[in-house]
């Protein structure tokens, strides 16, 4: 794998140790950190904003007292934050809030947060919520959070959100989608002028979908600004998959996952969350290597998307759940399982998992085997739903 020098790598505890006060951590202007490379930058669609490619995720949270990963993405040009209401157990954007308080960094950083609440009223308490943790008058972009239904972009919605951005409560607007309807819900903020920004699911095992591909062409076009979330693709409880990879060049699998994104110019900017200083640091290693990859190692994530195939779930509920005699929800019970196994993110996939309504999570006795045959890309539902019994109920 490829990581930054040694002589890049002073981290904040070090500094601060060494007696430098965290404004100057945080001073590009300070001597040791003047020459440090910098993530480069795209343009966000029609916000007619630069954002930085790789984008500092909070879906794993950030330390309540202070997070050197904002720091230290911060020296090397990661100033894009990505939140939302419901992460971390609603603790991600005081962590933030925090982080800022010591730093005095509000200005140098973009912060994005999201709500699952889509009504205009939902909106606009939400919008004021994530204010009042962030502790700051603005937000840089507001989304809808893991939007399913296109019939929540109204007049109605609208008029709030161009309320919202008159008062100066946010500045930009879009919504992020995961789901089986990715591609109608990217033709539609083509034709939805007052959605600036789509977060969607994209990484290398759909690379060659004509359907979504024309999607994003549209959406393009259009001026909006797409940012590809779950890139890395990950493998239902399958965390030893990624073994799989052969690494034919200097870049591991998820540094590799990130360039072949990168190299889709129709794409402003990847999220990652990154839960520690290791990985952050080979993630913008990748970013500020220019050097593309070359066709071998295109291959070998060619390879490794055929290899693990059956293993990733798209959350494509409208085929096998449709297929079941029940009400279960198939798609995210394998979203929970992957954070369970594959993120380690225990305690938080038995929590989503609970909160599920009763007929969700009544999975024992269920005959799933008409949802492994309608799965068009041989996923075995079945056993998956009983390691769910075993692992989250």
């Known amino acids: 794998m490829t990581k930054l020098s040694r002589r890049h790598l002073l981290t904040v505890s070090g500094a601060t140790s060494a007696g430098l006060a ?15 490379p910098q993530v480069p930058r795209r343009k966000l669609g029609k916000t007619g904003k630069t954002v930085p490619i790789l984008l500092l995720g909070g879906g794993m949270g950030f330390d309540a007292r202070f997070d050197p990963r904002i720091a230290e993405a911060l020296r090397f040009g990661l100033d894009y934050v990505d939140a939302a209401r419901v992460y971390d157990g609603g603790k991600c954007e005081s962590g933030i809030a925090a982080f800022n308080r010591k730093a005095k960094a509000r200005d140098k950083m973009w912060i994005t947060s999201k709500s699952k609440d889509h009504g205009p009223d939902d909106l606009e308490k939400s919008v004021g919520e994530s204010l009042k943790a962030l ?26 959100v161009e309320a919202l951005k008159k008062s100066g409560k946010i500045r930009h607007f879009g919504f992020s989608c995961h789901n089986d309807n990715v591609v ?188 492994n045959a309608a799965c068009p890309h041989g996923v075995d539902v079945a056993g998956h739903m009983r390691r769910a019994l075993d692992m989250l109920a």
Not at 24 to 32: F, K
Not at 135 to 142: I, K, R
Not at 312 to 319: K, M, Q, T, V
Not at 347 to 366: K, S
């Open 184 to 371: 109608e819900l990217l033709q539609l903020a083509a034709k939805t002028p007052w959605v600036e920004s789509v977060m969607f699911r994209y990484n290398f095992r759909t690379y060659g979908n004509k359907e979504l591909n024309a999607a994003m062409d549209a959406a393009h076009k259009a001026g909006v600004g797409l940012i590809a979330m779950k890139t890395q693709g990950s493998e239902a409880s399958f965390p030893n998959a990624s073994k799989t990879f052969e690494q034919t060049g200097k870049w591991n699998k998820y540094q590799a996952v990130l360039k072949a994104v990168w190299a889709d110019k129709r794409i402003s900017a990847v999220v990652s969350h990154m839960d520690n200083l290791e990985k952050l640091r080979e993630n913008i290693a990748a970013a500020v290597d220019k050097q593309k990859l070359s066709r071998a190692e295109m291959e070998s994530l060619e390879r490794y998307a055929a290899a693990t195939r059956a293993y990733a779930c798209d959350g494509c509920d409208h085929l096998c759940g449709a297929a079941v005699d029940a009400k279960v929800q198939i798609g995210n019970t394998m979203r929970y399982l992957m954070y369970h196994q594959s993120y380690g993110r225990e305690a938080e996939a038995r929590a989503l998992f609970r909160a599920l309504p009763d007929e969700a999570r009544a999975l024992d006795g269920v005959d799933f085997s008409r949802a």
């Open 22 to 36: 965290l404004e100057q951590v945080l001073d590009p202007s300070v001597a040791w950190a003047g020459d440090l």
């Open 135 to 160: 502790e700051t008058s603005w937000v840089d972009l507001y989304f809808l959070h893991a939007v399913e239904d296109p019939g929540v972009f109204t007049p109605a919605l609208k008029s709030r």
